[in-house]
Each structure stands twice: as structure tokens, then as C-alpha cells.
């Protein structure tokens, strides 16, 4: 493993910082040295595609983008059952064709599955998308600036709070199709990092994720650091939802989840097609 700290960018969710915590704070022996920057998904999504990191938690819907560069680990990243997008909007019912719907970043898994959901269920589609950081959204929706919003992470909780409505569950429509796990967020590193250093990381991270279900209260002050002023039981349920048994390994069912993701996505023409070894590791 390098000996400089490899340059890492997640997000201050708390399933982030609860999955990373033991690593970052040096509780796995061996592991590598990590350099954080904290930034949310929309930004890492673009750090990648750029190549700025060596280690980044990005999107399943960016992976096409950037898997000539980076390589996904097997472990560390979102995915599960009944944790999709939601889609919201001020009165029930609301019918969005035409609609000026806001979104958490175009290159979001969010908003992948959202289109996906649309092309199936909005005859016509709806009208205009504006994106805006996730945490904005909600308050747009409420104070009618947008008919409706397309929202992640700790909003499942969340949105009753704003007198808002629940008009259509992301995770459910695919899970419905598919059978299968809702790919949410991923971890990549660079493949220039090389095999056994790859590998070294991706057991690392797979640790830390042990470390901090075998140890939750250790963890604690890192998560609520950073947890932008959420209430603890919130941080709680985000992470009960978010870290489960896909981020300790994919998994043959979690593989199959980002393959079939991406391979319709393809296929509707919103990605560009992954090679045949595209997800392979390391």
C-alpha cells in the first residue's frame, strides 16, 4: 500500500461517516492512510469525472462515465431494499406532465431511477428538471417554487415535516421490475492505484463496516459531527436503511442490481453502454 494518504471524498451522510469511521480513525490495522474531503454526492460525481480523487463515494448512474479510470469496490457503497428516491409534491396526486420537477444532480442514481420511473409512468413526460442541492428541495417544494422534488437520504424521514406528500416511491417501481436491490451510492477507487493495493482497500473498508456494526457507539461522535444538525434518531434510521449487508459486499444480487441498473439505462439510451468486464474487481 502507497505510504502518502490516499485523497478520499464522501459525503457527510451518516452512513458515510459510520461506514468509514473506524478506518479513517485508524481502529483497522494495516489499512491504509486516508485523506478525507467531505462533499456530497452531486460534487463527487463530478470529481470523478474529472479524476480528482483516489478514493470517491459517487453514484451508481456516474459509473459509465468514469470505469475507464476507476474501478468499483465490492463493499462500502448503498444499496437495499425499500431506500429509493422519492418523488414529493405539496398536494396528493399531483399529475406531472409538464411539471417542473427538482432533481439532486443529472448524473445522480436518483435521477436515473426517476427517469426510468417517468418513461414508464408520465405519458408525455414532465416539463422542466431543475437541479438543486438535495437539502434545498424539500423547501422548494413546500413554498411552491417547484411542483415537485425528487429526494434522498434522510428526507424518507423528513418530509411529513414540511406538510409534504409522497407521490411516488422510486425504489419500489424498480423493485417491483426487477426483483432486485436499489443501487444508490458506490465506492471507486483509481485502477492506476494497482492490484494488491486495490485489494488491500477494498478489505479495509469491508472492516471498517464490521468495526462499526460490532462497535455502533464508537462511532457516534464522528457521525453526529458531521451530520449537519439531524437529529440523532434520524441519524440512526439513515444509517439502519443505508449500511446493511451490500455494503459489507455486493454480492451476487448486488451486482446483478448494478448491471441491470445500467444495462436498461443503456438500453433507453441514458447512459453509454458498459463493457463486458466493466464491473470486475479489482
Not at 82 to 90: D, I, N
Not at 147 to 169: K, P, S, W
Not at 267 to 272: I, K
Amino acid at each position: 500500500m502507497t505510504s502518502e494518504p490516499l485523497q478520499i471524498a464522501y459525503s457527510p451522510c451518516p452512513n458515510d461517516t459510520f461506514v468509514f469511521d473506524a478506518l479513517v480513525h485508524g481502529r483497522i490495522p494495516g489499512a491504509p492512510a486516508l485523506d478525507v474531503t467531505f462533499a456530497d454526492i452531486d460534487l463527487t460525481n463530478g470529481m470523478a469525472e474529472r479524476g480528482e480523487f483516489d478514493v470517491l463515494k459517487v453514484s451508481y448512474a456516474v459509473l459509465p462515465y468514469v470505469l475507464d479510470r476507476y474501478a468499483l469496490l465490492p463493499c462500502g457503497g448503498a444499496l437495499g431494499r425499500g431506500c429509493g428516491p422519492l418523488v414529493l409534491t405539496r398536494e396528493p396526486g399531483v399529475d406531472l406532465r409538464g411539471r417542473t420537477v427538482a432533481v439532486p444532480g443529472e448524473r445522480s442514481t436518483a435521477y436515473l431511477l426517476f427517469r426510468l420511473w417517468a418513461a414508464d409512468t408520465v405519458p408525455g413526460g414532465v416539463g422542466k428538471i431543475v437541479v438543486m442541492p438535495f437539502h434545498e428541495i424539500m423547501p422548494a417544494v413546500r413554498d411552491g417554487k417547484v411542483d415537485a422534488g425528487l429526494v434522498i437520504h434522510e428526507a424518507r424521514f423528513t418530509y411529513r415535516n414540511y406538510g409534504l406528500h409522497r407521490l411516488a416511491d422510486m425504489g419500489e417501481h424498480w423493485e417491483r421490475a426487477t426483483g432486485l436491490p436499489i443501487p444508490l451510492g458506490a465506492i471507486i477507487a483509481r485502477r492506476s492505484l494497482g492490484v494488491p493495493a486495490l485489494t488491500e482497500l477494498a478489505e479495509a473498508i469491508r472492516l471498517s463496516v464490521l468495526a462499526a456494526w460490532d462497535d455502533p457507539e464508537a462511532s457516534r461522535p464522528y457521525v453526529m459531527e458531521h451530520a449537519q444538525e439531524m437529529d440523532p434518531a434520524v441519524a440512526e434510521q439513515h444509517i439502519g436503511l443505508y449500511v446493511n449487508e451490500f455494503t459489507a459486499g455486493l454480492g451476487e444480487d448486488g451486482y446483478a442490481a448494478v448491471r441491470g441498473l445500467l444495462t436498461r439505462a443503456a438500453a433507453e439510451g441514458l447512459v453509454p453502454p458498459l463493457g463486458p468486464n466493466a464491473l470486475a474487481f479489482p
